[in-house]
Structure formats: structure tokens, C-alpha cells
């Protein structure tokens, strides 16, 4: 050049091809361009119209494609990955894995998507309110930060915890028994007809060990007064606040 900005040389140690002017170093080609480790192995490969490639150790690495980029093994990075407007597509039982030792695997299996704690931890979940939906987005587990934790079958609402124990809508089906533990435990029967009795069913004790059935004062109400039936545990007799009606004969065992 006029002011000899290319410039080929060797300097007793490197070989250099330098642009010393203000413009770029260019290589032009209509074909191909191939950069060769001495002994022919390929290093770079730029093809016209097509694909850049890159080798290491004669092993293609890294390749551009018509639909973006594709690399051979594994890509480090030492800061983020931002995918934007777009998606990470993994094939079946390709994982997602994070942790030093992989612990966390996420991946479908060719039937089913799982998520994988695969170490010696737990796997936590943290957030506000957790809905685990179907397919339908019919809600099958509802649990609220600070707030109640709902099951459903089917899209409705069968169990619920509250800030005094719990609510089952529906029949409570048990094959065991069912402990009430208190000083004086209650069970209440309630009848959502406003017309109908409450009954409130109680163990008293430190009174003769007494169990009581108590209805409330009132239709559908909820105070409650003189025991429809008291039992004695100590001397096992009954007590009943009105008549005993029976559509066969009473016997007296003793």
C-alpha cells in the first residue's frame, strides 16, 4: 500500500500478517476459507453462503447455523444465559442439571416430565401460593403463604386446613380410629338445616369420667345446656334427659 499498512513478516519467533492502517483486514473468497494447523488439521472453516466452524484438536466444537448455532459437548459460561423470545428445546432424557454434583434434574422421560433431587437434600419450594392445576387447569393442590392449604378430587374442593384444624367437605372415611386428644375433647354434629339440631358430643373430664350428647337449645343454633344422654364411666350408668323409645322390648342383663 501507499503507506504500507499490510505487512508480512516474521519476526524470528511468530509469523504476522498486520494491518497497520486505518482499515480492516480482509480475506475474500467465493468458496471456502480454512485455517490449518501445519500437520492439515483444521482449526477454522468459514464457508460461503454457509456455516462458520470451530475445531479443537481436530474436533468440531462450535457451528453456525441457518437457524442459529449448534455446539458439540458441553457450553461453560461463566455468567448468565439470557434466552430471549425464545425456548431451550431438550430431547427425551436430555436433563437440565444444576448443583457441583448435578443434584437438581429436570427432563422428560418419553412419558413423563420429572423434577429430580438426586442427592442427599431436599427438594424446597418456595413462594406465595403454590397451584398444582391439570391439564384441564382443573386445580388439584391450592396452598396459600399464611393461608390455607386446599385438596380437590376432580376440581372440587374436598379438604382444606384452617386456623383452627381442618375442613373435609364430604364423608371422613377412616380404616382406623379416630383420636380426639384433649382435657375435655368435643365433637360437634351440625346440620346445615337451619330447622334441625346441632348435637355436641363431649367427654368430661375429672366429672365421673362422663360422656355427654348434648343437643342445642335451639333449631340449628349453637348453644348447648342439659345432656340428652350422660354415661357414668366409673359406675357405667346412663342418665337420659327424656323418654327412651324402643321399637323392641328393653331387658334388663343383670
Do not use: C
Not at 456455516?51 to 479443537?56: C, F, K, Q, V
Not at 431438550?90 to 418419553?110: E, F
Not at 383452627?164 to 354434629?189: A, C, H, K
Amino acid at each position: 500500500g501507499n503507506s504500507t499498512d499490510l505487512q508480512i513478516y516474521h519476526d524470528g519467533g511468530n509469523s504476522y500478517i498486520a494491518e497497520t492502517g486505518t482499515g480492516e483486514l480482509r480475506l475474500n473468497s467465493d468458496n471456502s476459507v480454512r485455517i490449518r494447523k501445519h500437520d492439515n488439521e483444521t482449526m477454522a472453516l468459514f464457508t460461503a453462503n454457509g456455516a462458520a466452524e470451530l475445531w479443537y484438536d481436530n474436533s468440531k466444537k462450535f457451528e453456525t447455523t441457518s437457524f442459529g448455532s449448534k455446539v458439540t459437548g458441553y457450553l461453560q459460561v461463566t455468567s448468565g444465559v439470557d434466552v430471549t423470545g425464545g425456548n431451550i428445546d431438550l430431547v427425551d432424557n436430555s436433563k437440565i442439571r444444576l448443583g457441583t454434583s448435578q443434584d437438581l434434574q429436570i427432563y422428560h422421560d418419553g412419558a413423563n416430565s420429572r423434577i429430580d433431587e438426586t442427592g442427599t437434600g431436599s427438594l424446597i419450594v418456595k413462594t406465595g401460593a403454590l397451584l398444582i392445576r391439570n391439564p384441564s387447569d382443573a386445580s388439584m393442590i391450592d396452598a396459600q403463604s399464611g393461608g390455607t392449604v386446599n385438596l380437590y378430587y376432580n376440581g372440587s374442593k374436598k379438604f382444606a386446613t384452617t386456623s383452627t384444624g381442618i375442613s373435609v367437605t364430604g364423608q371422613l372415611i377412616t380404616t382406623d380410629d379416630i383420636t380426639i386428644s384433649n382435657t375435655s375433647p368435643e365433637l360437634y354434629l351440625t346440620n346445615t338445616n337451619a330447622l334441625k339440631y346441632n348435637w355436641m358430643v363431649a367427654a368430661q373430664e375429672n366429672v365421673d369420667q362422663t360422656f355427654e350428647i348434648t343437643p342445642s337449645t335451639t333449631a340449628g343454633g349453637s348453644t348447648y345446656s342439659t345432656p340428652a344422654l350422660q354415661i357414668n364411666g366409673s359406675t357405667s350408668n346412663a342418665t337420659f334427659a327424656g323418654k327412651i323409645t324402643s321399637g323392641n322390648d328393653i331387658v334388663n342383663a343383670t
